[in-house]
């Protein structure tokens, strides 16, 4: 079992890449990592504290690969008190819906029981050509949170 699961959402692969680099930064401070871009949620592990990075794409939306994970939140209503949770989400501010798909699954998965970790990151890709930066800093604080 993994102390950390890292789930992503991606549609261009920007989350992917801050997921890797984050498992990178985590096992180097002595956790063990599983990184899942777009798992359906019997792939995950409850007792794993779950790091949810997830792009947002067109009006808000969720991208592709993780639009099921999200639906069966929605329809399921899975009982997910036992999970602790972060969250980065990625977007534009040139949009309204500035990392909307972050703030839906943040909603769905508390819904669910879920307790959160820490306060949401969004990253600007506006202000940060490379998300993985800021991503770190954040994880710098998130990681003594979680110990």
């Known amino acids: 079992m993994a102390d950390i699961t890292l789930i992503s959402g991606s549609t261009l692969g920007g989350a992917e890449y801050v997921a890797e680099h984050l498992a990178e930064k985590l096992e180097d401070a002595g956790f063990t990592t599983e990184t ?3 798992p359906l949620l019997d792939d995950l ?3 794993s504290i779950w790091l949810v990075i997830c792009s947002t794409h067109g009006a808000g939306d969720i991208p592709d690969n993780l639009q099921p994970f999200y639906d069966c939140l929605l329809e399921q209503k899975p009982d997910l008190s036992d999970v602790r949770f972060g ?12 990392c909307g798909a972050i703030d839906k699954l943040d909603s769905a998965l508390k819904s669910c029981g879920a307790k959160q970790t820490g306060d949401t990151l969004k990253i600007n890709i506006l202000e940060h050509d490379i998300p993985e930066d800021p991503a770190e800093v954040w994880l710098g604080s998130w990681k003594n949170l979680i110990k």
């Open 87 to 98: 969250a980065i989400g990625i977007g534009s501010r040139e949009y309204d819906t500035f």
């Open 36 to 38: 899942q871009h777009g």
């Open 45 to 47: 592990d409850p007792q």
